[in-house]
């Protein structure tokens, strides 16, 4: 069994950053692709951004490109997403998944993570 666990949500202002962290226990990442999803009241699950484990390549949506970094620790067993210059549209609930990874390619449906964390709420206020 793969655990995820997530820490580092809150409350910030627009313009403001934060880091979420994604620890995984029972099994490490080696063999995984790791995402960050969001999900926003009334709105479907939305990609946010991917780490292929091995090789540490990424990809983002187009929403966040240029504000967030998605990063690895390999000793930590850990991913982390930075979030600047956050937007009130940034708001919403925040889930990292892991899944296993086909390196050819990205995984960005939630279909293709197997694994999930209890998700972690980040509100941007005006």
């Known amino acids: 069994q793969v655990q995820l666990v997530e820490s580092g949500g809150g409350s910030v202002q627009a313009g403001g950053s934060l880091r979420l962290s994604c620890a995984a226990s029972?099994?490490?990442?080696?063999?995984?692709?790791v995402g960050w999803f969001r999900q926003a009241p009334g709105k479907e699950r939305e990609f946010v951004a991917t780490?292929?484990?091995?090789?540490?390549?990424?990809y983002y949506a187009d929403s966040v490109k240029g504000r967030f970094t998605i990063s690895r620790d390999s000793l930590k067993n850990t991913v982390y997403l930075q979030m600047n210059s956050l937007k009130p549209e940034d708001t919403a609930v925040y889930y990292c998944?892991?899944?296993?990874?086909?390196?050819?390619?990205?995984?960005?449906?939630?279909?293709?993570?197997?694994?999930w964390g209890q998700g972690t709420k980040i509100t941007v206020s005006t």
């Open positions: 998944a892991a899944g296993s990874q086909d390196p050819r390619r990205f995984n960005i449906m939630p279909r293709e993570y197997a694994y």
């Open positions: 029972g099994r490490s990442f080696s063999a995984s692709g």
């Open positions: 780490i292929i484990w091995s090789g540490g390549l990424t």
